[in-house]
Nanobody
């Protein structure tokens, strides 16, 4: 019914940039909140950034000033522009979508994750 697919992860050197995409698909999707989370090996999954349908944005302190979250509501697609990447940013990055009350399929949905590796 609902699919969430991340893309754009890669191996980059410190200081480099990546742009992650999150494409949600399904019938009658109306996405309330889109968020990016990441999980490094042996660590708990942590919030990176969220953006509401109205454009309200929150960033984790660790990425503030370096990452930019955005979304295209018409395409049900979200983005995470990552600049000045650090080795500490290495993780699997997951997209989460929360469907609004107007959506045909309610609930929270996660993508499969995309690997971001930042070398020193």
């Amino acid at each position: 019914q609902v699919q969430v697919v991340e893309s754009g992860g890669d191996l980059v050197q410190a200081g480099g940039s990546l742009r992650l995409s999150c494409a949600a698909s399904g019938t009658g999707l109306v996405i309330d909140v889109m968020g990016w989370y990441r999980q490094a090996p042996g660590k708990q999954r942590e919030l990176v950034a969220t953006i509401t349908r109205g454009g309200s944005i929150l960033y984790a302190d660790t990425v503030k000033g370096r990452f930019t979250i955005s979304r295209d509501n018409a395409k049900n697609t979200g983005y995470l522009q990552m600049n000045s990447l650090k080795p500490e940013d290495t993780a699997v990055y997951y997209c989460n979508v929360r469907l609004s009350i107007w959506s045909l399929n309610r609930g929270n949905y996660w993508g499969q994750g995309t690997q971001v590796t930042v070398s020193s």
